[in-house]
């Protein structure tokens, strides 16, 4: 199982950017999905996560600006991210928690190799 980020890349304070994550592989189900994101000298925290069923979470700081969604045929989580600020620049970490063909039936959280979105003038 792998999963494949895109997006990202330089965006201007108040601009838009949209991160995809695509899951591939020997997949059975996919229960969570979601982002994570470091900054330069923090921990790693959570941006945003979406269940198989569509209930979603945000971290505070992004509630309002940005949106996560799913499609489940394609395998893909998505990110919209309104309204940047300077603040959100960080390598952003997409993961799946994936029940695969090989561990049925537990499942184990799988991440992308992050994504950076620098937001600056």
């Known amino acids: 199982v792998q999963l494949q980020a895109s997006g990202g890349g330089l965006v201007q304070p108040g601009g838009s950017v949209r991160l995809s994550c695509a899951a591939s592989?020997?997949?059975?189900?996919?229960?969570?999905m979601g982002w994570y994101r470091q900054a330069p000298g923090k921990q790693r925290e959570l941006v945003a996560s979406?269940?198989?069923?569509?209930?979603?979470n945000y971290a505070d700081s992004v509630k309002g600006r940005f949106a996560i969604s799913r499609d489940n045929v394609k395998n893909t989580v998505y990110l919209q991210m309104n309204s940047l600020k300077a603040e959100d620049t960080a390598v952003y970490y997409c993961?799946?928690?994936?029940?695969?063909?090989?561990?049925?039936?537990?499942?184990?959280?799988?991440w992308g190799q992050g994504t950076l979105v620098t937001v600056s003038s």
């Open positions: 993961y799946g928690r994936i029940v695969s063909m090989g561990t049925l039936p537990r499942d184990r959280d799988y």
């Open positions: 979406i269940t198989s069923g569509g209930s979603t």
């Open positions: 592989g020997s997949i059975f189900s996919i229960n969570a």
